[in-house]
C-alpha cells in the first residue's frame, strides 16, 4: 500500500467511527428522553392518582359527617323524649300520690259516718219513727238521717271516683315506662352506631392529614374552600330577593349594627382577619362544647343548609338587603333550606365537621357577599368570651 493509500483509508476508518460513535450518542440521548418521557407520564399519572385519592378521601369524609350529624341529632331527639317521659313519670308520680292521699282521707271521714251511725243505732231512728208525741222533733230528725245516709253515698261516689283515677294514672304510668324504656335501648343503639361513625370520622382524618402533609398542599387547600365558598355566597346572592322581607315587623339587618346578639356562648379563638394559615379568617372561630345549640342572631331566610368543602355542616341565613350569616363546622343541622328562623331560635349544633379535630363554630357575616368584622357588629365581648 502507498503511502497516500494508507492515508485514504485511515481517514476513511476515521469517518466510520465518527459515524459509528454519532450514533450511538444519537440513541443514547433517545434513550434517556424516552426514559424521561416515561418518568413525566409516571409522575402525571401518581399526581391525577393523588387527586382522585384526595377527592375520593373528602367524598367519603361527606358522608360519614352527614351521617354523624343525622345520628347525633337523633340521638338529641332521643334525649329530649326521654327527659319529657321522665317529666311525665314524675307528674304522674305526684298525681297518683295526691289521689292516694284524697282516697285515704275520704275513707278516713266515711269510717267517721259509719261509727257515727252505727252508734247511733237502728233501733234508734226507728224509735224516732215511732214517736208520735212531737211530730216536728221527729221530721227534723229524720231529715238529719237521711243527710247522713246521702253523705256517705257522695263520699262513697268520691271514693270510687278516685279509685278509677288511680288505676287509669297506674295503667298511664305503665304506658310511660314502657315509652321510657324504649327509647333508653334506641339511645344505646343510636350512640354505639355514634360511636362507630366518629372512629370511621378519626381514622379517615389520619389519612387524609397524610395526605396534605405540606404547608403547600394545606394552603391549596384552604384557598379552594374559600374560592368555593365565595362562589356560593354570589350564587345565593343573585337569587336574593328582598321583596320577601318587605312587611317583616323586625328592624333591618343594618340598623342592628352592635346590637345584634351572639350566636352562642363561648371563648373566641380566632378573630376577623387574624392568620389562618397562609390566608386570613374571614369571621370568627368560638370554641364550644360538642352539641351545643347554635341560635340565629336575627330573624331571616335559611337559604343553604349542606355539607360544603372545608367549612363541614353549613347553614347560610339571608337578612335581606345584601345581608347574610354564616354558621359553619356544625355538627347538626335543624333547620332546612328555604325554613323562617326567628332570632334566638336553635339552628344547629356545634360540631367539627369539615376535617377539624375539635369543635368550634365559624361565624361569618357578609353584605353584599363581601366579609365584615363580626366584632362590629355583635355586643361587645369580656375577655374574649361572647355570649
Not at 12 to 27: D, F, K, P, R
Request: hydrophobic share 35%; charged share 30%.
Amino acid at each position: 500500500m502507498t503511502k497516500s493509500g494508507g492515508l485514504i483509508f485511515f481517514a476513511g476508518l476515521l469517518m466510520t467511527c465518527s459515524v459509528c460513535w454519532g450514533e450511538q450518542a444519537s440513541a443514547s440521548k433517545e434513550r434517556q428522553l424516552n426514559q424521561l418521557q416515561r418518568q413525566i407520564k409516571q409522575v402525571d399519572a401518581d399526581i391525577g392518582g393523588l387527586k382522585r385519592e384526595k377527592e375520593r378521601l373528602l367524598r367519603q369524609l361527606q358522608a360519614l359527617e352527614v351521617q354523624y350529624g343525622e345520628v347525633a341529632r337523633t340521638v338529641k331527639i332521643l334525649q329530649d323524649n326521654i327527659g319529657r317521659q321522665r317529666k311525665a313519670l314524675q307528674d304522674i308520680g305526684r298525681k297518683m300520690a295526691l289521689t292516694q292521699k284524697a282516697i285515704d282521707g275520704q275513707k278516713g271521714e266515711l269510717e267517721s259516718q259509719i261509727r257515727s251511725a252505727h252508734a247511733m243505732g237502728g233501733r234508734e231512728r226507728l224509735k224516732v219513727i215511732l214517736n208520735q208525741q212531737d211530730p216536728a222533733l221527729s221530721s227534723r230528725i229524720m231529715v238529719y238521717y237521711d243527710y247522713l245516709n246521702k253523705a256517705r253515698l257522695r263520699k262513697l261516689e268520691a271514693v270510687e271516683k278516685n279509685y278509677r283515677a288511680l288505676k287509669q294514672l297506674e295503667q298511664q304510668k305503665r304506658q310511660e315506662t314502657e315509652a321510657l324504656n324504649t327509647a333508653l335501648r334506641q339511645r344505646q343503639r343510636e350512640q354505639s352506631e355514634l360511636q362507630k361513625v366518629r372512629s370511621e370520622r378519626e381514622t379517615l382524618l389520619v389519612q387524609m392529614e397524610r395526605q396534605y402533609s405540606t404547608k403547600k398542599s394545606q394552603l391549596e387547600r384552604l384557598k379552594s374552600n374559600e374560592k368555593e365558598l365565595q362562589q356560593l355566597i354570589a350564587a345565593l346572592q343573585r337569587r336574593s330577593s328582598d321583596t320577601i322581607f318587605q312587611g317583616t315587623p323586625d328592624k333591618p339587618f343594618a340598623q342592628l349594627k352592635g346590637r345584634l346578639p351572639w350566636p352562642l356562648k363561648g371563648r373566641m379563638v380566632k378573630k376577623f382577619g387574624s392568620r389562618r394559615s397562609e390566608s386570613r379568617w374571614d369571621g370568627v372561630l368560638i370554641n364550644a362544647k360538642e352539641g351545643a345549640d347554635i341560635h340565629a342572631v336575627t330573624r331571616g331566610r335559611v337559604v343553604y343548609a349542606d355539607w360544603l368543602r372545608g367549612y363541614g355542616l353549613l347553614t347560610i341565613i339571608d337578612h335581606g338587603k345584601g345581608y347574610m350569616t354564616l354558621y359553619a363546622f356544625n355538627q347538626s343541622l335543624y333547620k332546612a333550606e328555604g325554613d323562617w328562623v326567628e332570632a334566638g331560635e336553635v339552628i344547629a349544633s356545634v360540631g367539627s365537621s369539615g376535617g377539624r379535630s375539635h369543635p368550634a363554630l365559624y361565624f361569618g357575616i357578609r353584605r353584599k357577599g363581601k366579609p365584615v368584622d363580626p366584632l362590629r357588629w355583635c355586643r361587645k365581648i369580656h375577655k374574649d368570651r361572647v355570649g
